[in-house]
C-alpha cells in the first residue's frame, strides 16, 4: 500500500476533479487505461489489483501525471480481501465516490455447455460476478457516507447478444452483472448513488490481442464488426469515466454498449477496409 502527493488538477478538463475512485483490475489492459483517465480528470485513485506488481506500475503512471494514487492489493472473489481494499481505499483517499468493477479473466476452459468444467465455471463467476458484488457490498455504504456516488460495471457484449464461439460461464456471469447493474440501480436511486454498465466489444487488451494474431481467429471475427477493427483500452475508458461523471447525473441502470457497432449490425460489409469512407 503507498500513496502520492497532490494532484496538479492540469491534466484534462476536471470532469472528476475532487472525486475518489476505486478501478478493479487496474494492473492492465482497459483497468489501467481507465486509472489513467480518471487521474487525468482530476480523481484520486486507488488501483486495486489481485497483481501487486502490475497495480504498481499503474500508480507509477499515475504518479507521472502528477495524480494522487495508491495501489490496493487484494483478490475481490474473497470476502474479506475484497472489505479490507474498500476500507483501505476508503482511508488512503479520504473518501469513495466512485467504483469502476472492471476486474475480470477469461478462462482457458471456459466453453460449451457440454464441455466446460465446473472449476473453470466456478473460478469464471468467482472472479467476474462474485467481486462485482463483493465490491458493491462494501462500496454502497462507503460511497453513502460520501452523500452519493457513481458505480460503473463492466460487463460484456456477450450479456446482450449470443455468440456462437461460446465462453458459456463468461457469458452467465456478464448477464449477471447487467441483471445485478440494473437493481442497484434502482435500489439506490433515491440515496443519490448510480450505477451503469458499460459492454465492450472486442478490445486490443495484451489477451485478445495475443489470441486474435491467429489470422484465422481474426478471420472468423471480422465478419460481425461494422468498423472493422478491434477497439482500444482508451474507448473502453472514455464510456466508463463519462458514466462515472456528473456529466452522467441522469443515467442510470443504463447498459452502453461500446462496440464500434457490433450489437446494432444485422449485416456487416466485411469487404470494405477499414475507414474505407
Ligand atoms: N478485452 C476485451 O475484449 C473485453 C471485452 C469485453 C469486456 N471485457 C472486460 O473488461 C475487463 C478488463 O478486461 P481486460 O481485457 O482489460 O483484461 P486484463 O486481463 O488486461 O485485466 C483484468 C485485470 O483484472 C485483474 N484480476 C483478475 N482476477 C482478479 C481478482 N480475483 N482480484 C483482483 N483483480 C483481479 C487481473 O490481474 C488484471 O489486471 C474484464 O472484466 C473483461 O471481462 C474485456
Given at each position: 500500500?503507498?500513496?502520492?502527493?497532490q494532484?496538479?488538477?492540469?491534466?484534462?478538463?476536471?470532469?472528476?476533479?475532487g472525486?475518489?475512485a476505486?478501478?478493479?483490475?487496474?494492473?492492465?489492459?482497459i483497468?489501467?487505461?481507465?486509472?489513467l483517465?480518471?487521474?487525468?480528470?482530476?480523481?484520486?485513485?486507488?488501483?486495486?489489483?489481485?497483481?501487486a506488481?502490475?497495480?504498481?506500475?499503474?500508480?507509477?503512471?499515475?504518479r507521472?501525471?502528477?495524480?494522487?494514487?495508491?495501489?490496493?492489493?487484494?483478490?475481490?472473489?474473497?470476502?474479506?480481501?475484497?472489505?479490507?481494499?474498500?476500507?483501505?481505499?476508503?482511508?488512503?483517499?479520504?473518501?469513495?465516490?466512485?467504483?469502476?468493477?472492471?476486474?475480470?479473466?477469461?478462462?482457458?476452459?471456459?466453453?460449451g455447455?457440454?464441455?466446460?468444467?465446473?472449476?473453470?465455471?466456478?473460478?469464471?463467476?468467482?472472479?467476474?460476478?462474485?467481486?462485482?458484488?463483493?465490491?458493491?457490498?462494501?462500496?454502497?455504504?462507503?460511497?453513502?457516507?460520501?452523500?452519493?456516488?457513481?458505480?460503473v460495471?463492466?460487463?460484456?457484449?456477450?450479456?446482450?447478444?449470443?455468440?456462437?464461439?461460446?465462453?458459456?460461464?463468461?457469458?452467465?456471469?456478464?448477464?449477471?452483472v447487467?441483471?445485478?447493474?440494473r437493481?442497484?440501480?434502482?435500489?439506490?436511486?433515491?440515496?443519490?448513488?448510480?450505477?451503469?454498465?458499460?459492454?465492450?466489444?472486442?478490445?486490443?487488451?495484451?489477451?485478445?490481442?495475443?489470441f486474435?494474431?491467429?489470422?484465422?481467429?481474426?478471420?472468423?471475427?471480422?465478419?460481425?464488426m461494422?468498423?472493422?477493427?478491434?477497439?482500444?483500452?482508451?474507448e473502453?475508458?472514455a464510456?466508463?469515466?463519462?458514466?462515472?461523471?456528473?456529466?452522467?447525473?441522469?443515467?442510470n441502470?443504463?447498459?452502453?454498449?461500446?462496440?464500434?457497432?457490433?450489437?446494432a449490425?444485422?449485416?456487416?460489409?466485411?469487404?470494405?477496409?477499414?475507414?474505407?469512407?
Amino acid at each position: 500500500m503507498s500513496e502520492s502527493g497532490q494532484n496538479g488538477g492540469l491534466l484534462g478538463r476536471g470532469r472528476l476533479a475532487g472525486k475518489r475512485a476505486l478501478v478493479t483490475g487496474a494492473g492492465g489492459g482497459i483497468g489501467r487505461a481507465a486509472a489513467l483517465a480518471f487521474a487525468r480528470e482530476g480523481a484520486a485513485v486507488a488501483c486495486c489489483d489481485v497483481r501487486a506488481e502490475a497495480a504498481e506500475a499503474t500508480v507509477a503512471a499515475l504518479r507521472a501525471l502528477g495524480a494522487t494514487a495508491c495501489s490496493v492489493i487484494a483478490d475481490l472473489t474473497d470476502e474479506d480481501s475484497t472489505r479490507d481494499a474498500v476500507e483501505t481505499t476508503e482511508r488512503l483517499l479520504g473518501g469513495l465516490d466512485t467504483v469502476f468493477n472492471n476486474a475480470g479473466l477469461v478462462h482457458p476452459d471456459d466453453q460449451g455447455a457440454a464441455n466446460t468444467p465446473l472449476s473453470a465455471w466456478n473460478a469464471t463467476l468467482a472472479v467476474n460476478l462474485t467481486s462485482v458484488f463483493l465490491v458493491c457490498k462494501f462500496a454502497v455504504p462507503a460511497l453513502l457516507r460520501a452523500g452519493g456516488g457513481a458505480v460503473v460495471n463492466n460487463a460484456s457484449i456477450v450479456a446482450l447478444v449470443g455468440s456462437a464461439f461460446p465462453q458459456i460461464a463468461y457469458t452467465a456471469a456478464k448477464g449477471g452483472v447487467v441483471a445485478m447493474t440494473r437493481e442497484l440501480a434502482v435500489t439506490h436511486a433515491r440515496q443519490g448513488l448510480r450505477f451503469n454498465a458499460i459492454c465492450p466489444g472486442p478490445t486490443g487488451t495484451e489477451l485478445v490481442r495475443t489470441f486474435l494474431s491467429d489470422e484465422a481467429a481474426w478471420a472468423k471475427r471480422r465478419p460481425y464488426m461494422p468498423q472493422g477493427r478491434l477497439g482500444e483500452p482508451e474507448e473502453i475508458a472514455a464510456a466508463a469515466l463519462f458514466l462515472a461523471s456528473d456529466e452522467a447525473s441522469y443515467l442510470n441502470g443504463v447498459l452502453l454498449p461500446v462496440d464500434g457497432g457490433i450489437t446494432a449490425a444485422y449485416v456487416v460489409d466485411d469487404s470494405q477496409e477499414p475507414n474505407a469512407g
